[in-house]
């Protein structure tokens, strides 16, 4: 029986309505879409720089015309003399980068080897290796541009300038992005930008006690969703603080939910917000926020923006969203919070990434310093002891005190050895020796150089004995 419908084709007729069209490139550009968008920024601009590098070495050709036997050689050249613009040598890490960049390239090409795997590129490798060796000579490798981590004297000074806290809808904003990289261990731009209204959630607990809940985690940097099972095993949390309701983060919540627009609250609506052209600063405003999302680039000047209207900048303090990351997870550590416990929170994979972040505090560093220094017990007794270092002038006096110590410590040594060596004859004391001839022998061996004989292991097995004479 014919079912299909008038007016339309039989290819019409056979789809179902539940599949897609998508085109060969869409289908490629739905595949790069999902890619990070600052790896392939950073490969692009990687594989320009080799490209550049062949062209001055008399070679046009594309990189995966090459065969592995005369690309190994090019690529560990270009590694060996690469440099900035500027003519100073790159970090070791960004080398490696370069050689990842190529890798991620050729395999998007279906090259025939792997750079970082293959046996053909063995040699590429090596002279990498060698570079690497000797840029640390050089003093590299020691990541001088990296970010400090946020202490709590660093949050203070930024609620007393009102660079956090409910007064302007930038401290709102700037509060809200800090307790979400605290409380809920979110990362880049990214993982802000594409947080909606909806996935998080006010709830109370048995006990009656406030909190927010991440109930919904987008794509995020180790959760890209590639593995469908790879999900936090615990929703993250953030509880109100009444201790301080001025930094509690549920107060701050709700303050913003009443300064959003009012038809702007549903769960698909943006968490960030784009302030107000007017800037409003008085409470008595009904909304601070327009009915847009908050920029990537806004966002991710959050930090920067912070340190520098603040004045912590000028203290010489390289502050960066990374910051903010850094301090939860140092404090957690210093709390002596189990790593386990905390790659809960910041949604880490493994405890090695944990313990990346943190160091050592001053306040530690203060403490190991005493431990080493404290010889004599004094620190566990609560002693002070002042004692002042010799001048110049009697640095040698001081030396050759020490000497005479030494020696008169010796000779006491050797007292007592030649005491005990000669209390062996003790055996004849009391002892009334008329007449005869005695031949005594006495072997004395001091403890450092009595020798020691092997233990030796008997077989006494009858079931072994008989099979030896069979």
């Known amino acids: 029986m014919d079912t299909q419908r008038p007016g339309t084709s039989a290819a019409d007729a056979g789809r179902s309505g539940r599949f897609a069209e998508l085109s060969p490139a869409e289908l490629d550009g739905f595949v790069s879409d999902q890619q990070n968008k600052e790896t392939t920024r950073k490969t692009r601009y990687h594989i320009s720089l080799f490209k550049q590098f062949l062209i001055e070495n008399n070679d046009d050709r594309e990189i995966k015309d090459n065969h592995p036997a005369e690309l190994d050689p090019l690529v560990g050249r270009f590694l060996c003399v690469v440099r900035k613009e500027d003519g100073s040598e790159y970090e070791p890490s960004y080398l490696r980068g370069m050689l990842n960049s190529l890798e991620r390239h050729l395999r998007w090409e279906k090259y025939e080897s792997s750079l970082t795997l293959g046996a053909e590129f063995f040699m590429a490798r090596e002279k990498l290796k060698a570079k690497q060796k000797e840029l640390r000579k050089q003093g590299k490798g020691n990541l001088p541009n990296k970010a400090d981590a946020l202490t709590d004297d660093d949050i203070n000074h930024l609620y007393e300038a009102q660079q956090l806290g409910p007064c302007t809808p930038q401290s709102v904003i700037n509060t809200l992005w800090l307790n979400n990289m605290l409380h809920f261990g979110m990362r880049a731009v990214k993982e802000h930008r594409s947080l909606c209204w909806g996935d998080v959630q006010l709830k109370r607990d048995r006990e009656g006690r406030e909190f927010l809940e991440m109930t919904t985690e987008h794509q995020t940097k180790t959760r890209t969703g590639e593995n469908v099972n790879d999900v936090r095993?615990?929703?993250?949390?953030?509880?109100?603080?009444?201790?301080?309701?001025?930094?509690?983060?549920?107060?701050?919540?709700?303050?913003?939910?009443?300064?959003?627009?009012?038809?702007?609250?549903?769960?698909?609506?943006?968490?960030?917000?784009?302030?107000?052209?007017?800037?409003?600063?008085?409470?008595?405003?009904?909304?601070?926020?327009?009915?847009?999302?908050?920029?990537?680039?806004?966002?991710?000047?959050?930090?920067?923006?912070?340190?520098?209207?603040s004045g912590l900048s000028d203290l010489g303090k390289k502050l960066t969203n990374t910051s903010a990351r850094k301090y939860m997870l140092q404090k957690l550590n210093d709390e002596m919070v189990p790593p386990t416990h905390t790659m809960q929170k910041s949604a880490h994979k493994n405890v090695q990434s944990v313990n990346n972040y943190c160091k050592l505090s001053d306040k530690q560093q203060f403490a190991m310093s005493h431990i080493l220094c404290d010889t004599k017990g004094n620190r566990n007794e609560g002693n002070v002891v002042q004692t002042s270092f010799p001048s110049s002038s009697n640095a040698v006096a001081t030396s050759s005190n020490y000497m005479k110590l030494q020696m008169k410590e010796h000779k006491h040594t050797e007292k007592i050895e030649k005491s005990r060596i000669l209390g062996s004859t003790a055996i004849f004391s009391d002892c009334n020796i008329t007449g005869g001839t005695f031949r005594v022998t006495l072997n004395v061996q001091s403890e450092g150089s009595r020798v020691r004989k092997r233990p030796r292991v008997l077989y006494s097995d009858s079931d072994s004995q008989s099979s030896q004479e069979n």
């Open 233 to 309: 095993p615990v929703r993250p949390q953030m509880y109100a603080y009444p201790t301080d309701i001025g930094r509690c983060p549920v107060a701050l919540y709700k303050h913003y939910r009443a300064l959003r627009p009012g038809d702007f609250n549903s769960p698909e609506t943006p968490f960030y917000l784009a302030i107000k052209d007017n800037n409003p600063k008085s409470p008595t405003e009904k909304t601070w926020f327009k009915r847009q999302a908050m920029g990537p680039n806004t966002i991710g000047n959050i930090m920067k923006n912070m340190s520098t209207e």
